[in-house]
């Protein structure tokens, strides 16, 4: 394959790999954004802690998506250490995600439902590049390409002089 059908393949699958994250994590957004808002109507929590709370909701919702559907050819030998990555990553992402909330909501005093909103889906951007980014070089490794079977040419090259068949002489 050339050098510029090589790059085309690659940019072919990235951008599949981009479409079903983007589908996994549209899908998370509602979850988020659904159970964000459900707590902070329906209960006393504070803005931060019920976003806190939804962002789990959707990390689970997520895992689920990423795992079974955008990278499900990936490597699955180490589910636990896979995990314990996803975990940590999504804590990481879920900190950037509120951070922008908390700055927004503490530090402006953007507390309206519509404030809340806009900061909490702003932050899910920031941190979906993140996740994105971390997810797929650390969470939901790449296999190792298989090798590929030697030419035929080979096989008859490693063949030793003493394993080929010499005629039964009882035959003859």
């Known amino acids: 394959m050339s050098e510029r059908g090589a790059l085309r393949t690659r940019l072919d699958l990235l951008a599949r790999e981009v479409a079903k994250f983007g589908v996994v994590g549209a899908m998370g957004l509602l979850v988020n954004m659904g159970a964000f808002n459900l707590l902070r109507h329906t209960t006393d929590l504070p803005v931060v802690r019920a976003s806190l709370l939804a962002t789990f909701i959707a990390v689970l919702f997520n895992y689920v998506g990423y795992r079974y559907w955008t ?93 080929t068949v010499e005629p039964d002489p009882v035959r003859n």
């Open 71 to 163: 990278y499900r050819e990936r490597d699955k030998t180490g589910r636990t250490r896979e995990l314990t990555l996803f975990l940590l990553f999504s804590a990481v992402g879920a900190v950037i995600e509120n951070g922008v909330l908390y700055l927004a909501t503490y530090g402006f005093d953007w507390n309206s439902p519509v404030q809340s909103n806009v900061f909490k889906i702003l932050g899910i951007g920031l941190a979906t590049l993140f996740r994105f980014w971390s997810y797929r070089t650390w969470v939901f490794k790449t296999l190792p390409p298989e090798e590929a079977p030697p030419p035929a040419e080979r096989f008859l090259e490693q063949r030793r002089p003493s394993e």
